[in-house]
């Protein structure tokens, strides 16, 4: 089974609906993260927890909220999506001890917004 | 705070010729370096990290990279590439804090061509 899960992994969904992305992860880390990926932008950090306490924006937190449920649970909601939120959405996890930047990876969302 | 350039966006490589992808960083503190490598239709994951000591590392698959100071760069290399090498590379940089998340570069596209 994978340590990182995504659901949904595909979703195709209309402007101004509420779109939420889970994240599930068995590893037992204590840091995860919320990226988007578009072509020629690389990966781009929307917010991150570190722990179930913890939440800090990202570098494009705009139109997006997230909720750390428990350590291994970590969604992320688009209260009302636009167009130019269609991306490929990945959950991270990472542990605060010895793996400092060491990170692990779910299989992504693909999102798109007509 | 911490950068990355990737100074290729995409690299185009015969079967079984040497390839590097270069990547420079940008920091006022003691970094960790990464370097990442994502599929088609994956997840990213770890390729190599450079933390400390020697500056050149070994990843899987016979990719490495050195680590340099002076020039603040940690470009990636392998010998001989194959087709099952293709695909996205990211380089990756976390303050040695581990205080803050990865930042990582746009990433650059390796093609292997038969």
């Known amino acids: 089974d994978a340590d990182v899960t995504q659901t949904p992994r595909n979703r195709i969904t209309k402007t101004g609906k509420r779109i939420m992305l889970e994240c599930s992860q068995t590893k037992g880390h204590d840091r995860m993260y919320w990226y988007r990926q578009d072509p020629g932008l690389g990966l781009r950090l929307i917010y991150y927890s570190f722990d179930v306490k913890d939440i800090n924006k990202g570098e494009i937190s705009d139109g997006y909220s997230v909720s750390r449920q428990a350590q291994a649970k970590f969604s992320l909601s688009l209260e009302s999506a636009i167009p130019n939120q269609t991306a490929l959405y990945f959950c991270a996890t990472s542990d605060s001890g010895l793996g400092i930047g060491e990170q692990f990876f779910g299989p992504g969302t693909r999102l798109t917004v007509l | 705070a911490q950068s990355v350039t990737q100074l290729d966006s995409q690299v185009p490589v015969f079967e079984e010729a040497p390839v590097e992808l270069r990547c420079n960083y940008s920091s006022s503190v003691s970094v960790y370096l990464f370097w990442y490598v994502q599929y088609p239709n994956q997840g990213l994951q770890l390729l190599l990290k450079?933390?400390?000591?020697?500056?050149l590392v070994k990843g899987i698959n016979g990719f490495e990279a050195e680590f340099n100071k002076s020039q603040t760069s940690f470009h990636l290399r392998k010998p001989s590439v194959h087709i099952s090498d293709t695909a996205e590379y990211f380089c990756a940089v976390i303050k040695n804090s581990g205080n803050t998340p990865l930042v990582f570069g746009k990433g650059t596209r390796l093609s292997v061509i038969a």
């Open positions: 450079y933390l400390s000591g020697s500056t």
